[in-house]
């Protein structure tokens, strides 16, 4: 079945530690994102990439980094500089950008 | 970023109500889109809207697209213990990002 899959869905990370969110996806959509959810904020977007080998910060992207080396693959680097990372994080995909996106099933990260 | 401003933020209603709710901007859009969101789950797409008046609807869902551009509505009719979620809306300004709004937390109580 075609889709969008993060991995893990839960994660646990120590103070100062970087960590990496998977999405994969394999719908052939040209356009990735990742968006944060906190409670009562609804989705905030954080970076995203029309094509391969681009991408582009979203409105909360301080703290975080990406890469888009293949088409299928958007994995997100929480740094130790996100001093607030505990949240629900979102990986959707569309077509291209102006296309409605289709969401994966989130990460759910905590912070021990 | 834009700010959407979804209302309500929550709604309880017994079990075969209608439910109605929206969404507003300051700024117009080009597209709107509803989604649902299950607890610890994705947003999954309900339905896309594209033209200003524009009313469409999917199985017991009818949305609309507000005639200035800046607000859309989405109504539930009769509403089923699995409408439970949360009900968010995202607007898009021509070749930008969707902004999304705070969502809607449905409860229906059989």
């Known amino acids: 079945d075609g889709g969008i899959t993060q991995s893990p869905k839960y994660l646990f990370r120590k103070e100062g530690q970087n960590v990496t969110l998977s999405c994969e996806q394999n719908?052939?959509?040209?356009?990735m994102y990742w968006y944060r959810q906190d409670p009562g904020q609804g989705l905030r977007l954080i970076y995203y990439?029309?094509?391969?080998?681009?991408?582009q910060k979203g409105d909360i992207a301080e703290g975080y980094s990406v890469s888009r080396e293949k088409k299928e693959s958007f994995p997100l680097t929480v740094t130790s500089a996100q001093k607030n990372p505990t949240a629900f994080y979102l990986c959707?995909?569309?077509?291209?950008?102006?296309?409605?996106?289709?969401f994966g099933d989130g990460t759910r990260l905590s912070i021990l | 970023g834009q700010q959407l401003n979804q209302s309500p933020q929550s709604m309880f209603i017994q079990e075969g109500e209608d439910v109605s709710m929206n969404c507003t901007s300051s700024?117009?859009?080009?597209?709107w889109l509803w989604y649902k969101q299950d607890p610890g789950e994705g947003p999954v797409l309900l339905i896309a809207?594209?033209?200003?008046?524009e009313l469409t609807s999917n199985g017991r869902l009818t949305a609309q697209f507000g005639i200035t551009r800046k607000d859309s509505f989405l109504n539930i009719s009769a509403s089923i213990p699995s409408d439970v979620g949360i009900y968010f809306c995202?607007?898009?300004?021509?070749?930008?990002?969707?902004?999304f709004g705070t969502g809607t937390s449905l409860t229906v109580i059989p």
């Open positions: 719908l052939n959509h040209d356009a």
């Open positions: 959707a995909s569309s077509t291209v950008t102006n296309q409605p996106q289709h």
């Open positions: 700024s117009i859009f080009n597209t």
């Open positions: 995202a607007g898009q300004i021509a070749g930008n990002q969707f902004y």
């Open positions: 990439s029309q094509i391969v080998n681009d991408f």
């Open positions: 809207l594209y033209k200003a008046g």
